[in-house]
């Protein structure tokens, strides 16, 4: 095969295991990218990566976000073999003493199978798991001879349509609108739903794998744990738990005692527990009662966000093994309750208490800050959590049509005091229920619970974005099956993903909301499905209305908690100025402009919205005009 010519092999050096109870091989350079018929092949690939960052990277695409560039790459996404291929030897020794070996893809984006030595392992589905294959060790080479791992992806649009096909009913939406001209039936794949297009975003299915891959060699056992902390009781700020989820995996299943011992050394706080296993995979739950005294973590422009190192170490066989994650003492209430007036057309209040104080939420929605999750670098992250706390911001939406977002993200949201309302990852749509799809969600949400529970900043979980208005107020026209789409809403949201949710964060350390928006208690009230999901006397409100004057604050209404708002605006000419070629392409209703454009009408709404208060320019230097009605857009969206 031509690939030979490209192959790079590692020779690789693992330190020693000897006293070590296990330790790991990042696979994260030298990958070889190529396609179905290997007519594009690319060496030296370092993940995460995807397949239109490779290529543009090696010179052999245009930048995917240049003008119609989304329309001439969608064959990439077509292609039915793009293969990620990693070659690695390793030393003999070092295996031999390993009891196991076992391999972690994090994140493989979507569809894929994958193979080791030419033996198919695993078959991948979901982008928003971590797979983790506990023993491969039989399936390794050592001695120096060269081992393949081989990721072999299918295309996202042909498997989703194929999905969809074979569902015994109908999906909608099929199809997105025709103005955003994007890929049918994405919300068949565990995959970001905003990846084929949004009103707000280009049509782009990402392959590729999102996250680390990587060997762990057990040589005795490894561990890892997930932690929430929270008040015994409501509205005592003194007494805590520490509730830890660990699990532990071993190389063999003999009956073995072990110590776990939890530690925040900062307040000379350890705990200790002894547990007896049994089985090779093992979880442990440890409750532990939490009393010292210690400084709370608040959201922004309420106090500091103090943060303490919580230790984990787990002694087994005269080993120890040592891993921490970083904490926070703060308690969330969700208060639903009689308005002032107690009457009960004035519905109930929707407002969340963080330490037992209220709180008045200042934020923005969140979508990923790129198409490709790979070129978001820590810097630009940073900076705009920066923005966003010196706009007096204390909250962000992570919306359910994008990603989970990375650890980075929370790591700076808990920093920066920005609570986090963290939606599950559906969004306007309806979803599949069968066995298959439901126990992939079941695994996906335990996974990122467990991922995510330890981080102070995250507020809330929410099901999905605008599943119970898209249902509940016909979105898609499937009334007369009415009762099959609310059957198949509340086996998802309410009888899978809830007890999930509070089986390992429990109502304690956050609340959880069926969807957003919401009537909350309200429409818990009405079977989880509303009659108005937008009702303002309930819960929380989405709300847009392109045609009045934004600048009159009568013409808004005064929801309980508005968690979706807005007009558009452009972007400024430093960034548009990457995606435009000429001064042809150089005003709002330019085919350039009308193309990006992914909601209907969006541009003249614009304008319109510009024209309610203020004039249109019209300078006959192209470039100039374009600027003035950027700002003029940025001005209005502004105020
Ligand atoms: C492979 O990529 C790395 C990092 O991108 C670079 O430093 C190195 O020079 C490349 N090696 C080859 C052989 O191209
Ligand atoms: C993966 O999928 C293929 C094709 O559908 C199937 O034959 C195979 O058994 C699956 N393998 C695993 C490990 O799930
Ligand atoms: C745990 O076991 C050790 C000895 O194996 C013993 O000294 C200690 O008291 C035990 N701790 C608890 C909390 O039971
Ligand atoms: C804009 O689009 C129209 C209709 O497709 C086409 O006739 C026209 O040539 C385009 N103009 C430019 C400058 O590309």
């Not at 064959?75 to 009891?99: I, P, V």
């Not at 002894?274 to 010292?292: G, R, V, Y």
């Not at 330019?590 to 919205?609: A, F, P, V």
Request: proline letters at 5%.
């Amino acid at each position: 095969m031509k690939l030979l010519f490209f192959t790079l092999t590692l020779f690789l050096k693992i330190f020693s295991l000897n006293g070590q109870a296990s330790s790991q091989l990042n696979l994260d350079t030298n990958w070889i990218v190529w396609n179905q018929n290997f007519r594009i092949q690319v060496p030296n690939v370092t993940i995460p990566n995807s397949i239109h960052t490779i290529l543009h990277q090696s010179g052999q695409i245009e930048d995917p976000l240049f003008q119609y560039n989304d329309l001439k790459l969608r064959y990439l996404s077509l292609d039915d073999g793009w293969t990620f291929s990693q070659s690695f030897r390793l030393d003999e020794q070092e295996t031999k003493n390993a009891n196991a070996i076992s391999l972690t893809l994090d994140s493989v984006d979507t569809m894929a199978s994958i193979f080791l030595n030419t033996q198919l392992i695993l078959n991948t589905s979901n982008q928003f798991l971590r797979h983790k294959i506990d023993d491969i060790k039989s399936l390794l080479k050592s001695s120096n001879q060269e081992n393949v791992l081989e990721v072999k992806f299918s295309s996202p649009v042909k498997q989703a349509k194929s999905a969809a096909d074979s569902y015994p009913y109908r999906m909608p939406p099929e199809c997105p609108p025709k103005v955003q001209k994007g890929d049918c039936q994405i919300n068949m794949l565990r995959k970001k739903q905003c990846s084929f297009s949004w009103d707000w975003g280009p049509n782009f299915p990402n392959i590729g794998l999102n996250g680390p891959v990587y060997l762990t060699f057990v040589n005795n056992f490894d561990f890892e744990f997930a932690v929430s902390v929270y008040p015994k009781q409501r509205h005592d700020l003194n007494n805590w738990i520490i509730d830890e989820l660990v699990t532990i995996r071993r190389a063999v299943a003999t009956a073995q005692n072990i110590k776990v011992i939890t530690k925040i050394e900062e307040i000379n706080f350890e705990n200790s527990n002894n547990l007896t296993l049994n089985k090779k995979i093992e979880q442990k739950s440890i409750l532990i009662d939490f009393s010292d005294s210690i400084d709370l973590w608040w959201p922004n422009g309420y106090g500091e966000q103090k943060m303490y190192e919580l230790k984990v170490i787990v002694e087994m066989n005269g080993q120890s093994l040592t891993r921490w994650k970083k904490i926070g003492f703060r308690s969330v209430q969700l208060v639903q309750e009689l308005t002032p007036s107690k009457k009960k057309e004035h519905g109930l209040t929707f407002y969340f208490k963080v330490n037992d104080v209220d709180i008045f939420l200042k934020g923005s929605n969140w979508i990923p800050a790129d198409v490709f999750q790979e070129r978001i670098t820590r810097d630009y992250l940073t900076d705009l959590f920066n923005s966003a706390k010196e706009s007096y911001m204390n909250v962000l939406r992570v919306w359910g049509g994008g990603i989970y977002e990375l650890e980075h993200f929370y790591d700076l949201a808990n920093e920066y005091g920005i609570l986090v309302w963290q939606d599950f990852m559906f969004a306007c749509a309806a979803y599949p229920t069968n066995p298959e799809f439901l126990q992939s969600v079941e695994k996906e949400v335990e996974y990122q619970v467990n991922r995510l529970r330890h981080h102070p900043c995250i507020l809330i979980w929410a099901g999905n974005n605008e599943n119970e208005a898209a249902i509940s107020t016909d979105w898609y026209g499937i009334k007369d099956q009415k009762e099959r789409y609310f059957a198949d809403y509340r086996k998802l949201y309410i009888d899978t993903i809830r007890p999930v949710v509070e089986k390992y964060d429990p109502a304690l350390s956050r609340p959880y909301l069926s969807s957003s928006p919401t009537n909350g208690l309200g429409s818990e009230e009405q079977n989880w499905l509303a009659k108005n999901p937008y009702d303002w006397n309930y819960g929380d409100l989405h709300f847009y209305d392109y045609k009045m004057n934004s600048w009159d604050p009568k013409n808004f209404p005064l929801p309980r908690l508005m968690s979706e708002f807005g007009v558009q605006s452009l972007p400024s000419m430093s960034t548009l100025s990457k995606c435009f070629l000429s001064e042809e392409d150089m005003d709002l209703q330019s085919n350039l402009t009308e193309h990006r454009q992914h909601h209907g009408n969006g541009n003249q709404e614009m304008i319109d919205e510009i024209k309610n208060n203020l004039e249109m320019p019209s300078d006959s230097d192209r470039r100039k005009n374009f600027n003035r009605q950027i700002y003029l857009t940025q001005l209005n969206q502004g105020k």
